[in-house]
């Protein structure tokens, strides 16, 4: 998973979209996604084989083969919206499969389809929800993990939740979200 993990955090994210990278930043984090992509992979790949003592799980071979849809090659003049929406969709499935209850799945899954129209779920000048986004739908999923009994405990569905509802007309409803944050890492 270390590899998935690296192919991950190397590239766009709601923060930071393709649109952000100079154009040899994005080259070179296209260029490490796919490798790490494909080592997560092969590495999966290698643990499952009928010679090794390790085995990869079930949820995490999921992981790793939505992130190579993200990240099919190293083409950095590939259509990125296309990669993120194939990324989401197999998000979708490694949570109907394996996620409905656990809250990195959940987050990783609301990443996806936030990731597929980054900074554009809402109108900007009105704050209302633009249709064609995944805004409601990342909206229901990260409302009821949001009830869910242990989600205090972890940060990702309240982060999410928040950049969710930050470009919306009705922010304010990300308070509660902020202060399970804020809750989880008090000063000490």
């Not at 955090?9 to 494909?38: E, M, P």
């Not at 590495?43 to 990869?56: D, F, G, H, Y």
């Not at 949820?59 to 939505?66: G, T």
């Not at 197999?90 to 996806?112: C, H, K, P, Q, W």
Request: hydrophobic fraction near 40%.
């Amino acid at each position: 998973m270390a590899y998935w993990g690296v192919s991950f955090c190397s590239g766009s994210n709601y923060n930071k979209t393709w649109a952000l990278f100079d154009d040899n930043d994005r080259v070179n984090a296209i260029r490490q996604c796919y490798i790490f992509s494909q080592e997560a992979l092969k590495r999966a790949k290698q643990n499952n084989s009928s010679s090794s003592l390790l085995t990869t799980p079930e949820w995490e071979q999921a992981l790793i083969a939505a992130l190579a849809k993200r990240f099919p090659d190293d083409d950095p003049n590939k259509d990125l919206v296309a990669c993120n929406r194939a990324y989401g969709e197999a998000m979708r499935e490694v949570y109907r499969s394996f996620g409905r209850e656990d809250f990195n799945i959940i987050t990783l899954f609301a990443d996806a389809l936030m990731n597929v129209t980054p900074r554009k779920l809402y109108d900007a000048s009105t704050g209302l929800p633009i249709a064609s986004s995944h805004v409601f739908e990342v909206k229901e999923l990260l409302e009821q993990a949001l009830k869910m009994p242990g989600v205090e405990q972890h940060p990702g569905p309240a982060h999410m939740y928040i950049h969710l509802m930050e470009m919306s007309a009705t922010p304010e409803v990300a308070l509660p979200a902020a202060e399970m944050i804020r809750e989880m890492f008090r000063d000490t």
